[in-house]
């Protein structure tokens, strides 16, 4: 089966996502018309994963340009007009700095273009390009890093004296083709195991409170037919205490410049607990989620979602009715009228440097010198 997709595109300017919020259950794709419903979508999850929503945000940038730029007669104009709207995007989500490094990026080829004197036509073209960039790479990117970091970690397992086969690897939330433009991170590295026959089992974490593991990585694996246990995210220490687990890699939306990374809640916990079994903890993102202007992981602004969120579970209403699929529902755990000032629900946390083993991008594996609790990010990026 092919693999899933979170945004489908026709020609120049149609723009469809698949809503996140009803997976598994349900396959609806969402139009994306305006620069209000992509940041809207974002804001909401109904696209999620660090890459995705840069992409999304980055796509419906070039399709709202391409529907005004005849209007656009100056350099000026074209300022005026994408300034605003770049900061728009950027604000639907904080931590992924993916959604950051992509406006930044368009910013400077409008800088760049009006520099250059090219005409208000010339600037929108460049802009437009630049924004399918952005997207189209995402995908080539990511089969790098699951190279880098599958080959990697079975060395370094046969150098530990194992066969660098049946390599049993855990992740966390939803890294796949559902988190970014296809193949995905993390998630990439495992079916890169897969289809070079190394990997044993994938184990996933469902991932409270939204659930991205046991609503969207159990379906990726389930589609591309990876052999996987899913697990409760308080059942990590047991799994590590009683199975044989090779390594856990997971995505990142912010890496600071000495290696600290956040990623989806609970990452930090299994990388405590990935330390404590002497497990290696490999991070798997594209170059653009180092963030080099953020010296460690106490800089990273770290998103709270609504406490309501943490209250609420959604999927279909089971049994199934005889006829299909069951109801879509979203259900409430907590008493009713629960204060919501008593609910503590950040989105990310951070893993410090030192429990990282090693950062995979598209351009290799770094990893820390001996001694060192940080890493030296600047071969990397
Ligand atoms: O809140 P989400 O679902 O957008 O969080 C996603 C994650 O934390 C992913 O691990 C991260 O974005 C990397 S996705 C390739």
């Not at 391409?66 to 656009?72: E, I, K, P």
């Not at 760049?112 to 995908?139: T, W």
């Not at 609910?343 to 990310?348: C, V």
């Amino acid at each position: 089966m092919p693999a899933l997709t979170s945004i489908r595109t026709t020609g120049d300017s149609k723009i469809e996502i698949v809503n996140q919020l009803l997976l598994p259950h349900t396959t609806e794709f969402l139009e994306i018309n305006t620069i209000d419903e992509a940041h809207d979508a974002i804001k909401t999850m109904k696209i999620r994963g660090a890459p995705a929503i840069a992409s999304l945000a980055a796509l419906a940038f070039a399709a709202d340009l391409s529907r005004v730029s005849t209007t656009l007669a100056s350099p000026e104009d074209v300022r005026s007009y994408v300034t605003p709207i770049l900061a728009h995007l950027y604000t639907a989500r904080p931590t992924a700095v993916n959604l950051g490094a992509a406006t930044r990026r368009l910013t400077a080829i409008l800088d760049a273009s009006i520099a250059a004197g090219k005409s208000a036509k010339e600037i929108c073209n460049d802009l437009i390009s630049e924004a399918h960039k952005i997207n189209d790479e995402d995908l080539s990117r990511n089969k790098s890093m699951a190279k880098w970091g599958g080959d990697w970690l079975a060395d370094v397992v046969k150098q530990n004296g194992g066969s660098g086969i049946e390599l049993n690897v855990l992740t966390v939330c939803n890294t796949g083709s559902l988190a970014t433009s296809g193949y995905g991170t993390a998630l990439g590295l495992i079916t890169y195991l897969h289809e070079t026959g190394k990997l044993g089992k994938a184990y996933y974490t469902q991932t409270a409170p939204y659930h991205q593991g046991s609503r969207l990585t159990a379906l990726e694996l389930q589609t591309l037919q990876i052999p996987s246990v899913m697990i409760c995210d308080t059942m990590v220490g047991s799994l590590f205490q009683h199975h044989n687990i090779h390594a856990v890699a997971v995505g990142a939306d912010r890496i600071a410049k000495n290696g600290d990374t956040a990623n989806k809640i609970g990452t930090y916990n299994a990388a405590v607990l990935a330390a404590r079994h002497k497990i290696p903890f490999i991070v798997v993102a594209p170059i653009s989620t180092v963030d080099l202007s953020i010296a460690d992981g106490s800089g990273i602004p770290i998103e709270h979602r609504p406490p309501l969120e943490a209250c609420l579970v959604r999927g279909a209403v089971y049994p199934p009715p005889a006829d299909g699929a069951g109801k879509q529902a979203v259900v409430m755990l907590t008493p009713p009228n629960l204060s919501l000032e008593g609910i503590y629900n950040p989105s990310f946390d951070v893993t410090p440097a030192e429990l990282i083993t090693a950062i995979v991008t598209e351009k290799g594996v770094a990893t820390r010198r001996e001694g060192e609790t940080v890493f030296d990010l600047s071969g990397v990026v």
